[in-house]
């Protein structure tokens, strides 16, 4: 079992920034991908960027540029650096962990972001 905390979401500007964290504790295999997600009201979830265990990234095209994700293994920690941010990205921000030669995926609850005047 894996559990998953975020945290930094919150209120911020147009053009500005947020820095959300996420740690997991439990039993976490090596070869595993993390990664964040987002839900925006009305929309389906959608893939904001994974990284794996050595480092790998993958980002959607619309983040590309702005958002930079990272991780600690020390701590089983992700982050997620969000620059620039716009009205669109107003979201709940979930980071995930695939245990992938488990088929394993845990899901934190998520963390409000919210990005207007």
């Known amino acids: 079992q894996v559990h998953l905390v975020e945290s930094g979401g919150g209120l911020v500007q147009p053009g500005g920034s947020l820095r959300l964290s996420c740690s997991a504790t439990?039993?976490?295999?090596?070869?595993?991908?993390m990664g964040w997600y987002r839900q925006a009201p009305g929309k389906e979830r959608e893939l904001v960027a994974t990284?794996?265990?050595?480092?790998?990234?993958d980002y959607a095209d619309s983040m590309k540029g702005r958002f930079t994700i990272s991780r600690d293994n020390t701590k089983n920690t992700v982050y997620l650096q969000m620059n620039n941010l716009r009205p669109e990205d107003t979201a709940v921000y979930s980071c995930?962990?695939?245990?992938?030669?488990?088929?394993?995926?845990?899901w934190g609850q998520g963390t409000q972001v919210t990005v207007s005047e």
């Open positions: 995930s962990i695939d245990l992938v030669n488990y088929g394993l995926i845990y």
């Open positions: 990284i794996t265990d050595v480092g790998s990234t």
């Open positions: 439990g039993t976490i295999f090596s070869g595993n991908v």
